[in-house]
């Protein structure tokens, strides 16, 4: 039997219209809306793909939303000066400087600029801390990781008990992910498994997962014989593997795929997630829940 398709798309569509709603009910009890400043330097298509989807959903959400774009060749001081500006802004909630950034500016110190209580991605340690400690302490859940327990939850899969194995150690995803669905909570109390490239036999482990989150950035990575018959795939990979021309622009797209062969996988898995359309739509979402909640913490 096919698996049941986890549609990462109509979920953050849902999720995007009930933060919608928050938001006006926000402006009427409050006269106050959610306030996110994108920081952009340089001209990185990839970047400016991921910005422009960001600023296009905050306003569709009815955020105050200022973008910052800044040359290429800004200063670290001047980058660092204009975070902190935003630190003292009591308009904005979130400030999110997008990632690559130019090699000499050390990226280290502009994610320890922010202020860790506007910090809506979750990059800053004093926030990875807090994930760490879990319950009241977590403020933002970074984008990508929260994005994967949602689409869990929602889609009605049981964690609790859960065997979970991890495909992947980076601190975007596969650390973070990790360390929530270990939590103490409804929404995690799973037993989990890391797994990386020093791992002795990945297969084995991928074999008896219960949910296999995929976080490799190796296309076809997991193979259909690694998974356990039932399970519930997460595939977080995206992998451009080629270009083909866009039926509805005429322009060249990437064609992409994730860590997992999607076709074998459906076959065998219970539920799982396709790239595109899986994880992808729920990061920018998770962002936008994260600039509401530090609104809401502000008043
Ligand atoms: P990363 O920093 O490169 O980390 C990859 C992790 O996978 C590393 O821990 C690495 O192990 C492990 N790994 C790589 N090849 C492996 C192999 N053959 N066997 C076992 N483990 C292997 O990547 P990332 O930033 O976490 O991203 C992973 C993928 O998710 C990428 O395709 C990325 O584009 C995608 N992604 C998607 C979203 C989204 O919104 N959809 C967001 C973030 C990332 P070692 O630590 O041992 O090197």
Redesign the pocket.
Same mark, same amino acid.
């Given at each position: 039997m096919s698996a049941a398709i986890i549609d990462g798309a109509a979920i953050s569509k849902s999720i995007l219209a009930e933060l919608k709603t928050e938001v006006q009910e926000l402006q009427q009890s409050h006269a106050v809306v959610p306030g996110l400043v994108t920081i952009l330097v340089g001209d990185n298509p990839a970047s400016l793909s991921y910005v422009t989807r960001k600023v296009r959903t905050a306003l569709e959400l009815g955020f105050h939303e200022v973008q910052e774009n800044c040359d290429a060749d800004i200063s670290e001081k001047d980058l660092l000066a204009l975070v902190e500006r935003y630190n003292q802004d009591s308009s904005i909630h979130g400030i999110l400087v997008q990632l690559p950034l130019p090699d000499h500016i050390d990226e280290k110190k502009v994610i320890y600029a922010i202020d860790p209580d506007k910090d809506v991605d979750g990059f800053h340690p004093v926030n990875i801390g807090r994930l760490l400690l879990g319950g009241d302490e977590v403020r933002f859940p970074p984008c990508?990781p929260a !994005?994967i327990q949602e689409l869990i939850v929602r889609a009605g899969v049981e964690l609790e008990g859960a065997e979970v194995v991890v /495909? !992947? %150690?980076?601190n975007?995803? !596969?650390k973070p992910i990790a360390n929530m669905l270990l939590q103490k909570n409804p929404r995690a109390n799973a037993t989990v498994t890391v #797994?990386? @490239? %020093? @791992?002795r036999d +990945?297969a084995a482990h991928c074999r008896r997962a219960d949910i296999l989150i995929v976080?490799? *950035? #190796?296309a076809g +990575?997991v193979k259909p014989e690694w998974i356990n018959p039932g399970c519930c795939v997460i595939d #977080?990979? /995206?992998?451009r593997v080629g270009e083909k021309i866009s039926s509805k622009t005429g322009k060249p797209v990437a064609i992409l795929r994730g860590?997992v062969d999607f076709d074998a996988a459906k076959e065998i898995a219970g539920s799982i997630t396709p790239v595109p359309g899986g /994880? *992808?739509p729920m @990061?920018i979402t998770m962002l936008m829940k994260n600039t509401l909640a530090s609104c809401r913490a502000r008043l």
């Open positions: 990508t !994005g /495909v !992947g %150690r980076s975007i995803v !596969g #797994v990386h @490239t %020093r @791992t +990945l976080a490799a *950035g #190796v +990575l #977080v990979g /995206v992998n860590d /994880v *992808g @990061t």
